[in-house]
């Protein structure tokens, strides 16, 4: 399993500094991106995306109007191997970053994410007003072949103004949850993602 270089953490460290965002390409490779869409279609056959909620465990509602994504939580510990070779990459930028920004992240949260044609999530916030423990958020897209009429384009209202990234394969995108606003625009073909949060806490995983 080919490393994530050195000269790649140090772009996500730097880029979260200066902005609060960063962009890195070629976080997961051509092969590696396929396996885990294999894996994406084992889920969907076993009937394991469910429609996403909004809010915290406490105050938990699907409310279409908002997000109209399909999810299925990764459980870490039981991951297929595909999905393992992510979580470790993600691991090797969670010490990176405590390392080097302080940033005391304990753990992260991940699902796998599709956006079906005429999906959305309208502009929000990905730390919940109650439990402010989301420290960075970070989704890694998989959409080989990505076109413009795709959509589905990730939106952040940033304090210069707007920047739309395109969800293409391999790329990695993270963001401080607590002040970058973001959405993601109407898709047009079926949109894969892995989307996460480092958490400066343990978490409880007895909401699966
Ligand atoms: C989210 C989110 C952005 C994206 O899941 O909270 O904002 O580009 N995702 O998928
Ligand atoms: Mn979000």
Same mark, same amino acid.
């Given at each position: 399993?080919?490393?994530?270089?050195?000269?790649?953490? @140090?772009?996500?460290?730097?880029?979260? &500094?200066?902005?609060?965002?960063?962009?890195? /390409? *070629? #976080?997961?490779?051509?092969?590696?991106?396929?396996?885990?869409? *294999?894996?994406?279609?084992?889920?969907?056959?076993? $009937?394991?995306?469910? !429609?996403?909620?909004?809010? /915290?465990?406490?105050?938990?509602?699907?409310?279409?109007?908002?997000?109209?994504?399909?999810?299925?939580?990764?459980?870490?510990?039981?991951?297929?191997?595909?999905?393992?070779?992510?979580?470790? +990459?993600? @691991?090797?930028?969670?010490? #990176?970053?405590? !390392?080097?920004?302080?940033? $005391?992240?304990?753990?992260?949260?991940? =699902?796998?994410?599709?956006?079906?044609?005429?999906?959305?999530?309208?502009? =929000?916030?990905?730390?919940?007003?109650?439990?402010? =423990? !989301?420290?960075?958020? #970070?989704?890694?897209?998989?959409?080989?072949?990505?076109?413009?009429?795709?959509?589905?384009?990730?939106?952040?209202?940033?304090?210069?103004?707007?920047? @739309?990234? &395109?969800?293409?394969?391999?790329?990695?995108?993270?963001? +401080?949850?607590?002040?970058?606003? =973001?959405?993601?625009?109407?898709?047009?073909?079926? !949109?894969?993602?892995?989307? $996460?949060?480092?958490?400066?806490?343990?978490?409880?995983?007895? #909401?699966?």
């Amino acid at each position: 399993m080919p490393k994530l270089q050195e000269r790649q953490l @140090d772009q996500i460290a730097d880029q979260l &500094a200066e902005q609060d965002y960063a962009i890195i /390409d *070629n #976080f997961l490779s051509a092969e590696e991106i396929d396996a885990v869409l *294999n894996v994406f279609d084992i889920h969907k056959k076993d $009937g394991k995306f469910k !429609r996403a909620a909004i809010g /915290d465990s406490d105050n938990k509602t699907v409310d279409q109007s908002v997000r109209k994504d399909l999810i299925k939580w990764i459980e870490n510990d039981n991951a297929k191997s595909p999905t393992q070779v992510f979580l470790n +990459r993600i @691991d090797a930028v969670k010490d #990176f970053l405590n !390392r080097t920004c302080f940033l $005391g992240i304990k753990e992260y949260e991940t =699902h796998f994410t599709i956006y079906p044609p005429g999906a959305f999530y309208k502009k =929000h916030l990905d730390q919940f007003n109650k439990s402010g =423990h !989301r420290k960075i958020s #970070f989704i890694c897209y998989l959409n080989v072949n990505w076109q413009p009429e795709d959509g589905g384009e990730l939106r952040m209202f940033l304090p210069d103004g707007i920047l @739309d990234i &395109a969800p293409t394969a391999g790329r990695l995108v993270c963001f +401080r949850s607590d002040v970058v606003e =973001h959405e993601v625009l109407v898709c047009h073909a079926n !949109r894969y993602s892995l989307t $996460g949060w480092m958490l400066d806490q343990y978490i409880d995983l007895s #909401f699966l």
